[in-house]
Nanobody, 126 residues
Framework: QVQLVESGGGLVQAGGTLRLSCAAS????????MAWFRQAPGKEREFVSA????????SYGDCAKGRFTVSRDNDKNMAYLQLTNLEASDTAVYYC???????????????????WGQGTQVTVSS
């Protein structure tokens, strides 16, 4: 059974830093790309970042470029999203998701992911 559990969210002041974690289980972790999305109240879910199966390839949404860094540790079955220089507009629930099994595609859209975590809240105070 595939399971994704996010953690690391919280309340932070503008300009601050958070590191989100996604603990994965239920499959061979290195067989799927991983992605991060976020959803703010009243807004559609937004692509943040993705990382390939081997960790060598990454992709970032416009909201993340230059401030967020995605990574993964295949030995620990973990994916991470480092958030720096946070802004009030980054306030959202952040979700990790899996790309399709053995696919080389870096998912950037909801339809390119098949499993999702429950999300972790990030709140940035200005």
């Amino acid at each position: 059974q595939v399971q994704l559990v996010e953690s690391g969210g919280g309340l932070v002041q503008a300009g601050g830093t958070l590191r989100l974690s996604c603990a994965a289980s239920g499959w061979t972790f290195s067989y799927r790309a991983m992605a991060w999305f976020r959803q703010a109240p009243g807004k559609e879910r937004e692509f943040v970042s993705a990382i390939g199966k081997d960790g060598l390839h990454t992709s970032y949404g416009d909201c993340a470029k230059g401030r967020f860094t995605v990574s993964r540790d295949n030995d620990k079955n973990m994916a991470y999203l480092q958030l720096t220089n946070l802004e009030a507009s980054d306030t959202a629930v952040y979700y990790c998701a899996t790309g399709f099994y053995l696919s080389s595609t870096l998912p950037r859209e909801d339809r390119e992911c098949d499993y999702w975590g429950q999300g972790t809240q990030v709140t940035v105070s200005s």
